[in-house]
């Protein structure tokens, strides 16, 4: 960590810092940058929905003024910031939806961030995809389609295309097609209206992966390689594995892909998290997300780097100091719990998993009488377990037994209760 004189008499903004407990992950991010900030000496000015606010005040009090502003609303808080007599030294943000008015409101104040016109490129899929592919990158061909018709050639020339919205995450409202019948289902769950247009990209066949990183004094630092384990048939991530087991050669040419690629976007500040495949041909990258992962993999970046610390660091950056980069010493591992729709009958097994000295986090936030939908998205899973471990197949091993312990009993609709054993995602 900087010397606490770093962040001293500065003042931090951050929009969208809230969340419930029970939001898992999405909790312990804020939880973990508050404490970082609150260590680096900076005043906290916490700003989120009311709800969110509302829902977490053992966040609240950990930041010393508390606004209510809409973070997805980069026009609000555009004006809201400017009007606060420019007194912010640094803009933070943590969701996805939260990005574009952390690179507007920097951009305003001219502090330092992202340019909100290269934030705006990587938030709309298609704009990023056609960039980068200009640019001499490998990526998925598409089409913008309004309507299901328009996407049936490229189906027929491919065999398999993917249906996607153009500015949403976490796999919302993502549908794999291999049948034109398939389409019209496709375009409503990307929410296609007949006049917004949806995204329609080829499937790219090959092993599935994430970047993890920080941008410092303007390059990007990669830290981490992350191997996705996906449920089959589906986009939602059963798993993930830190670091990835890639072949030297192979990682190398991951990294020098992802790190050229953020370059030639424009991106100079904060996390990312960047998705790609390993083909024959080489690496296709996939979505650009300029803030952590998700589902857990903030933990696991810091696990990883004994003494590193994501947010504090980011911190560190913006105000002008470089942060130091603890070396990667150790890894680790998340599995997801996964169950069929239908009512929770009862959760079994999680009580006791916090107490174990492997597992950095557990959570299964189901109670008896909930109401599952199907897996759909990343936002369906029922829970988590989050392991550290010497080396990856250790962290593999360790969270494949914990999950393999627990269990999700379910009265599926119009049948006989079942108690659903969790076993581990085999990797595609």
């Known amino acids: 960590m900087s010397p606490e004189s770093t962040a001293c008499a500065t003042t931090t903004l951050i929009l969208g810092g ?4 029970s939001a898992g992950h999405g909790y312990d991010i804020p939880l973990r940058a508050l404490n970082q900030l609150r260590a680096r000496g900076t005043r906290i000015v916490l700003t989120d929905r009311a709800e969110n606010l509302a829902a977490a005040p053992e966040l609240t009090v950990l930041a010393d003024e508390v606004h209510t502003l809409d973070f997805a609303d980069a026009a609000d808080c555009t004006a809201w910031a400017g009007a606060q007599n420019a007194r912010f030294d640094a803009v933070m943000g943590f969701r996805e939806y939260a990005v574009e008015s952390v690179a507007a409101v920097a951009d305003a104040l001219g502090l330092s961030g992202n340019p909100p016109t290269a934030v705006r490129r990587v ?39 993917v249906v996607k919205p153009r500015r949403k995450a976490a796999g919302e409202g993502v549908s794999q ?13 990307a929410e296609a209206d007949g006049t917004t247009p949806v ?11 994430s970047v993890e990183g920080l941008i410092v004094a303007g390059r990007p630092e990669i830290l ?8 089959p048939g589906t986009f939602v991530e059963a798993g993930h594995t830190m670091p990835a087991p890639l072949e030297p050669e192979t990682e190398d040419a991951v990294r020098g892909e992802v790190r050229a690629a953020l370059q030639v976007l424009g991106l100079r500040s904060g996390p990312f998290h960047v998705e790609c495949w ?4 080489g690496v296709v ?10 589902g857990w993999i903030h933990a696991m970046l810091e696990w990883c780097r004994p003494g590193f610390e994501l947010y504090g660091s980011w911190l560190d950056d913006l105000l002008g100091t470089v942060p130091r980069i603890p070396p990667a010493t150790r890894a680790a591992a998340v599995r997801f719990a996964l169950s069929p729709p239908g009512t929770v009958r009862g959760v079994h097994g999680w009580q006791h998993l916090g107490a174990l000295p492997e597992v950095l986090a557990a959570e299964c936030p189901l109670a008896p009488g909930d109401r599952l939908g199907p897996l759909r998205t990343n936002c369906d899973r029922r829970g ?22 627990l269990s999700i009993e379910m009265e599926p609709t119009e049948r006989e209760p079942t108690a659903l054993a969790l076993r581990a995602p085999r990797p595609v």
């Open 278 to 281: 390993t083909v024959p041909e």
């Open 384 to 405: 988590s377990v989050v392991v550290g471990a010497d080396n990856a197949p250790a962290a593999d091993r360790a969270a494949d037994t914990l999950l393999g312990r």
């Open 224 to 231: 981490a390689v992350t191997r996705k384990h996906l449920v």
């Open 18 to 21: 809230a969340a419930p407990r």
């Open 199 to 209: 995204l329609v990209e080829t499937w790219v066949e090959g092993a599935e992966y």
């Open 123 to 161: 938030r709309t899929k298609d704009r990023c995809r056609d960039y980068l592919r200009r640019h001499g990158f490998r990526q998925p061909r598409l089409q913008l389609c309004t309507r299901p018709e328009q996407a049936e050639d490229l189906l027929r020339a491919e065999g398999c295309v």
């Open 177 to 189: 097609v291999t049948d034109p019948a398939q389409l019209p289902a496709a375009f409503r769950a």
């Open 285 to 294: 990258l996939g979505a650009v997300h300029v803030r952590q992962g998700g």
